[in-house]
């Protein structure tokens, strides 16, 4: 196990260092096995987890915006936007890539 985790941090893939997916794939193996349902449902809540992060990240940059009157009323949709119609372009350019 301790071979895999310090290769998952030293290998640089076509000019890529991504640990953090190597780490996620590999506990979605020994969660899932080859099982393709698993990785799927791994890959969506990462996506769903994500939607409220934007959300919290666009309202707290908003309030510090210049001029921001202290509140941000339009943000409100663009997590839930976010979370209902997933970029298409990042779903092709990352086919097999989680930290897009």
Same mark, same amino acid.
């Given at each position: 196990?301790?071979?895999?985790?310090r290769?998952?941090?030293?290998?640089?893939?076509?000019?890529?260092?991504i640990?953090?997916?190597?780490?996620?794939?590999g506990?979605?193996?020994?969660?899932?096995?080859?099982?393709?349902?698993?990785?799927?449902?791994?890959?969506?809540?990462?996506?769903?987890?994500? $939607? /409220?992060?934007?959300?919290?990240?666009?309202?707290? #940059? =908003? %309030? *510090?915006? +210049?001029?921001?009157?202290?509140? $941000? /009323?339009?943000?409100?949709?663009?997590?839930?936007? #976010? =979370? %209902? *119609?997933? +970029?298409?372009a990042?779903r092709?350019?990352?086919?097999?890539?989680?930290?897009a």
């Amino acid at each position: 196990m301790w071979p895999q985790i310090r290769w998952m941090f030293t290998t640089v893939l076509l000019g890529h260092w991504i640990p953090l997916t190597w780490l996620t794939f590999g506990l979605d193996f020994v969660i899932w096995g080859m099982k393709p349902a698993g990785y799927h449902l791994t890959s969506l809540v990462i996506f769903a987890a994500n $939607a /409220p992060v934007f959300y919290f990240v666009a309202l707290r #940059l =908003l %309030r *510090r915006a +210049p001029g921001s009157p202290g509140h $941000a /009323p339009r943000v409100g949709g663009r997590g839930h936007a #976010l =979370l %209902r *119609r997933p +970029p298409a372009a990042r779903r092709v350019r990352r086919l097999g890539d989680r930290t897009a």
